[in-house]
């Protein structure tokens, strides 16, 4: 049998390439456009909800009434979420929907139901002061006994407070009562005087707007699962290290992650636990600012203890909450310890050694990796590594920031 020539071959190659690469995009493009990704029902919903006069919110009217804020392209489809693309005030924003699918049987696809559970508190008739302790009680829960609790409830009534009359209605009120039972708008509320959480610009019910990140995940392609098989990580690498920003700007974005671990490692509301490190919760904007994708990833430390007080376990597996803030599991008395082991700073070390490493400057490359291997293998209580912990994130950062200071990338 006579050889193809080598050029041939090289085309095939190249059309092999090109297909797998068409093939993401076109599933990237569609794959998320799933039955549950409507916003019209969305809307829909929302709008009947604020017509009533059951909630407010400050994007109401620009939703409802005025037809200004529309939803775009569907991004996302999670359990509790639906992702959008959309336009307000002339600046591109993300907006997020609270919005399930309903499991009856014979109803059908378009049998789609907004929890009503969320509008039942507060009730008609509840005091101020009952409103408050409501607040308390709850935050209490979320985020941990604080001795700031007092401001963050103080925080959460002037934002429901959407007229700006100085009284909490009780559509504003119910309005924010649904908005705190989503992990991600605690987190906005707690961390909104921070530079690189994402910020709330504005709700309607349970549905709220945040501003837009231009770039979305640490990589620029990720392959879905499906391609795998077909798609060698190694090639997927080496496209990721093409694709990726110049060496100073990753630079630039890894500061901002390592100042945003510093900032929940000990912060006015207690600790947080970055609970799924993985590329696609790690985004930043046009000037290269690390911006977090999302907080959906992200726990408060009482959550977490919460979660593993307790709890039964045969394995350390057992003893994770949402995908890698695991403790260990006692095996005589068969429980979780409630202490989360690998801390923040660990885990995103790990994410940034290929984003970080490729093209690094030859005079800060060797630095660089063995402060990157102290970092990945930080391990132990956070009560008793507190001072480590600081003295290696410092190192890291100074060493990145001397290389790109006083240069138009700082």
Same mark, same amino acid.
């Given at each position: 049998m006579s050889?193809? &020539?080598?050029?041939?071959?090289?085309? !095939?190659?190249?059309?092999? $390439?090109?297909? #797998?690469?068409?093939?993401?995009?076109?599933?990237?493009?569609?794959?998320?456009?799933?039955?549950?990704?409507?916003?019209?029902?969305?809307?829909?919903?929302?709008?009947?909800?604020?017509?009533?006069?059951?909630?407010?919110?400050? *994007?109401?009217?620009?939703?409802?009434?005025?037809? @200004?804020?529309?939803l775009q392209r569907c991004?996302?489809?999670? &359990? @509790?979420?639906?992702?959008?693309?959309?336009?307000?005030?002339?600046?591109?924003?993300?907006?997020?929907?609270?919005?399930?699918?309903?499991?009856?049987?014979?109803?059908?696809?378009?049998?789609?139901?907004?929890?009503?559970?969320?509008?039942?508190?507060?009730?008609?008739g509840t005091s101020m002061d009952e409103f408050r302790a409501m607040l308390h009680s709850f935050l209490k829960d979320s985020v941990g006994e604080q001795s700031s609790l007092g401001t963050l409830v103080n925080r959460v009534i002037s934002l429901a407070d959407?007229?700006?009359?100085?009284?909490?209605?009780?559509?504003?009120?119910?309005?924010?009562?649904?908005l705190l039972?989503?992990?991600?708008? *605690? #987190?906005?509320v707690a961390l909104q005087d921070k530079?690189?959480?994402?910020?709330?610009?504005? $709700?309607?019910?349970d549905l709220y707007v945040t501003e837009h990140?231009?770039?979305?995940?640490?990589?620029?392609?990720?392959?879905p699962g499906w391609l795998q098989p077909v798609f060698p990580a190694a090639l997927s690498i080496t496209l990721n290290q093409w694709l990726a920003p110049a060496w100073p700007r990753r630079a630039?974005?890894?500061i901002g992650l390592l100042e945003f671990v510093e900032e929940v490692f000990h912060g006015v509301y207690g600790s947080f636990y970055i609970c799924d490190a993985s590329p696609r919760r790690v985004g930043y904007n046009e000037k290269y600012d690390f911006k977090m994708a999302d907080l959906q990833s992200v726990a408060s430390e009482a959550t977490v203890k919460g979660f593993l007080r307790g709890r039964t376990c045969e394995a350390n597996a057992d003893c994770t909450y949402g995908r890698d803030c695991t403790a260990t599991c006692d095996r005589l008395a068969r429980q979780c310890n409630s202490e989360v082991v690998? &801390?923040?700073?660990?885990? *995103?070390?790990?994410?940034?050694?290929? $984003?970080? #490493? $490729?093209?690094? &400057?030859?005079? !800060?490359?060797?630095?660089?990796?063995?402060?990157?291997?102290?970092? *990945?293998t930080l391990s132990g209580l956070a009560s008793q590594m507190e001072v480590h912990h600081s003295l290696v994130l410092n190192n890291l950062k100074t060493l990145l920031w001397k290389k790109i200071s006083n240069t138009k990338y700082s």
């Open positions: 050889r193809l &020539p080598a050029v041939k071959v090289k085309y !095939l190659l190249v059309a092999w $390439f090109g297909i #797998l690469v068409a093939s993401w995009v076109i599933y990237m493009q569609y794959s998320s456009y799933s039955e549950l990704c409507r916003g019209h029902v969305c809307t829909m919903l929302i709008c009947d909800h604020y017509r009533r006069g059951i909630i407010s919110g400050s *994007v109401c009217k620009s939703l409802c009434e005025e037809k @200004t804020l529309s991004l996302s489809v999670t &359990p @509790t979420h639906q992702v959008y693309s959309a336009v307000w005030k002339e600046k591109a924003v993300l907006v997020k929907c609270g919005i399930e699918e309903s499991m009856r049987g014979e109803n059908g696809p378009d049998s789609l139901w907004h929890d009503n559970n969320l509008y039942d508190k507060p009730t008609r959407v007229s700006g009359d100085g009284k909490v209605s009780l559509a504003e009120a119910k309005s924010v009562w649904a039972q989503i992990n991600e708008f *605690v #987190l906005m530079e690189h959480a994402p910020h709330l610009l504005g $709700f309607c019910g990140i231009a770039h979305s995940t640490l990589f620029r392609l990720e392959v630039r974005i890894t690998q &801390p923040n700073l660990a885990k *995103v070390c790990a994410l940034l050694q290929d $984003f970080l #490493l $490729f093209g690094a &400057p030859s005079d !800060l490359r060797e630095d660089l990796e063995k402060q990157l291997r102290t970092c *990945v």
